[in-house]
């Protein structure tokens, strides 16, 4: 079961049923809902102002935290994923079944 994730002043939660919730941190209040494709055991991840949620399928979405359900982009790596990511010195550390992924930004 994924942990929430707390980005103020919102706190982002996913459900059994694979609803994606973003509620009032302060009321429990739910601000947005939405239904994601796939099954979800890692935990969101906020990087770099951006959150990011991966799905046993493997694909990762990637969201703008705020008042709107506002995705910028999905990224799909092959394999079982249920670990959350790990984060280190800019890099992104995505383990599968069968492989770990060492994901780093473009160099300037």
Do not use: H
């Not at 939405?34 to 799905?55: C, H």
């Not at 493997?58 to 959350?84: D, R």
């Amino acid at each position: 079961m994924p942990s929430p994730l707390y980005v103020k002043p919102y706190l982002y939660t996913i459900t059994r049923d694979n609803i994606l919730y973003c509620l009032e941190a302060a009321t429990g209040d739910i601000v947005w809902q939405e239904r994601l494709s796939g099954n979800y055991s890692a935990s969101p991840l906020l990087a770099d102002g951006r959150i990011y949620i991966t799905s046993e399928e493997g694909i990762t979405t990637v969201l703008e935290p705020g008042s709107q359900y506002k995705q910028i982009t999905k990224n799909n790596l092959k394999g079982k994923t249920m670990a959350s990511i790990a984060v280190s010195q800019g890099n992104f550390f995505i383990r599968s079944g069968d492989a770990l992924y060492c994901i780093s930004p473009a160099p300037r």
